[in-house]
């Protein structure tokens, strides 16, 4: 960190993705996703040139659904909570995150089967994390860490029981129908992902913020699996 930085406090706001999904908001999200695809390329399972040709609809259809969230992190935001209007330049972030809730990770065979396989699905309900990013110029001062723990708790309130699909930007801290009173026991719930093997970056990361080595999870070749209970 140079004496500029180790001087001046940063400020960053991770900002959730919230319907309706405007242009503006998807100039934000497809640069911030390509910058990220194209700096880090082999730290992600799709690349730069299969997403630089997507339109409009295909990053709405990513980003609209309440089952699965996107973050973007956006650095000297000094606009008061409440103003929608986050990504009205439509520029890109320093960061994003995406999360996806069982209800989205079911519909997604890849992402879902290596679980369902080793049986962890019975007895978790398990969020994955996808597409974690941060802008180079920003690592190091723990962004990363301070996004995660944004989707931590939205995963945490994330309301599985009374979900239904099609509503948008559902958030609820509650169990729903389902809770200890009325006889039903709620999954556990934890956060997963895949990283890259020799990706020695987001493995301290990983490690350092909770998250342990799932090695009986059998992901596609040159990856592993870490997992956290989130409670
Ligand atoms: C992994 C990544 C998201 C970390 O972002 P970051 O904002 O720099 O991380 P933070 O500053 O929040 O780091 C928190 C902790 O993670 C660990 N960590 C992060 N980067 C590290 C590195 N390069 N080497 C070793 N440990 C590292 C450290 O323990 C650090 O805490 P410390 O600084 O107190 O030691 C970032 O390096 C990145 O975007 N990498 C490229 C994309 C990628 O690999 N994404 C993950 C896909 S699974």
């Not at 998250?211 to 059998?218: H, I, K, L, S």
């Amino acid at each position: 960190m140079d004496s500029e930085d180790s001087r001046t406090p940063r400020l960053y706001s991770h900002r959730p993705i919230l319907t309706p999904i405007t242009p503006s908001i998807i100039a934000s999200y497809r640069s911030t996703r390509l910058l990220a695809l194209g700096t880090d390329p082999s730290a992600f399972g799709s690349n730069y040139n299969r997403e630089v040709v997507f339109t409009d609809d295909i990053w709405t259809v990513r980003l609209e659904p309440s089952e699965r969230r996107s973050w973007i992190t956006l650095q000297g935001v000094v606009q008061p909570e409440g103003d929608s209007d986050w990504f009205a330049g439509g520029e890109a972030g320093v960061a994003t995150m995406t999360i996806l809730s069982p209800c989205a990770a079911v519909n997604l065979p890849l992402a879902w089967d290596q679980f369902e396989k080793t049986g962890l699905t019975a007895d978790w309900d398990i969020f994955i994390i996808h597409g974690m990013w941060v802008d180079p110029a920003h690592r190091g001062r723990d962004v990363a860490v301070e996004l995660l723990k944004t989707g931590k708790e939205w995963a945490r309130g994330f309301d599985i029981e009374n979900w239904v699909e099609g509503e948008e930007n559902q958030v609820s801290g509650s169990l729903g129908s389902c809770s200890k009173e009325n006889g039903c026991v709620p999954k556990k719930r934890m956060l997963a992902l895949n990283v890259t093997e020799g990706n020695a970056a987001a493995h301290a990361f990983y490690r350092k913020v909770g998250f342990v080595d799932a090695p009986n999870v059998p992901t596609p070749a040159g990856q592993s699996c870490m997992v956290m209970e989130i409670g």
